[in-house]
């Protein structure tokens, strides 16, 4: 099984609305990773946070890491059209592979 | 600066044969990571390369090999395909030297293959 898990696994909101979605993990990681998915193509990397921190911003995008309940949360804010897509969290624990949740697919209403 | 590609983007084979993915990471990387991707599911890990050699490797079968050229591009290989093999195979390029954790995968379009 796959060690991030998103939840809800889809999402539906209007224009302007704030997204917010979630990833729980099972093991010690060094950083947890978001990225975006759109029709079924490559992903692109959003946001890296560290194990050793606890939010980060980057643009209208916010990520939460809590490393005592092994949980992050993803929020995007004032949504737009073109943030219709998949987001994963993919975490980096031992090694150098990334581990990939399931996805939240996120649509957007215009 | 051209990105990572990949090539073919679609292939359609039958099951029983072999096929050949090909990858040219981002200019810089010196490391290539495959990933297979079902449809609705998250990638799952299948190995990575560096320096020419495979350096981590997932809970994929012998069946899938790889290579890697002094170039730093790569080969995915997958023989006797099976249909549930039926995927987007997504090649990722970062620059790890040494493994450096915060290294940022950059990710190619993606080879989608039909097993038939």
């Known amino acids: 099984s796959q060690q991030g898990e998103e939840d809800p696994q889809a999402l539906s909101i209007q224009e302007g609305e704030n997204a917010t979605m979630n990833c729980s993990y099972k093991?010690?990681?060094?950083?947890l990773q978001w990225y975006r998915q759109n029709s079924g193509r490559g992903l692109v990397h959003l946001i890296l946070?560290?194990?050793?921190?606890r939010e980060k911003h980057s643009g209208r995008l916010r990520v939460t890491l809590d490393t005592s309940k092994k949980s992050s949360s993803l929020l995007i804010t004032a949504s737009r059209a073109a943030d219709t897509a998949s987001y994963f969290c993919?975490?980096?624990?031992?090694?150098?592979?990334?581990?990939f949740g399931g996805g939240t697919r996120v649509l957007v209403k215009p | 600066d051209a990105g990572v590609t990949q090539s073919p983007t679609h292939l359609i084979k039958t099951r029983g044969q072999q096929v050949t993915l090909r990858c040219s990471p981002k200019?810089?990387?010196?490391?290539v990571s495959w990933y297979q991707q079902a449809l609705g599911q998250g990638p799952q890990f299948i190995f990575q390369?560096?320096?020419?050699?495979?350096?981590q490797r997932g809970n994929f079968p012998d069946r899938f090999s790889g290579h890697q050229f002094p170039n730093y591009s790569s080969e995915l290989n997958v023989n006797a395909l099976l249909l549930g093999d039926s995927a987007l195979y997504l090649c990722?390029?970062?620059?790890?030297?040494?493994?450096?954790?915060?290294?940022?995968?950059?990710f190619g379009q993606g080879t989608r293959l039909t097993v038939v």
């Open positions: 946070i560290r194990s050793n921190e």
């Open positions: 993919a975490i980096k624990a031992a090694g150098n592979k990334l581990t």
């Open positions: 990722a390029s970062s620059l790890n030297g040494g493994g450096w954790s915060e290294s940022v995968a950059f």
């Open positions: 093991t010690s990681i060094n950083n």
């Open positions: 200019s810089g990387h010196d490391t």
């Open positions: 390369y560096y320096e020419e050699e495979e350096r």
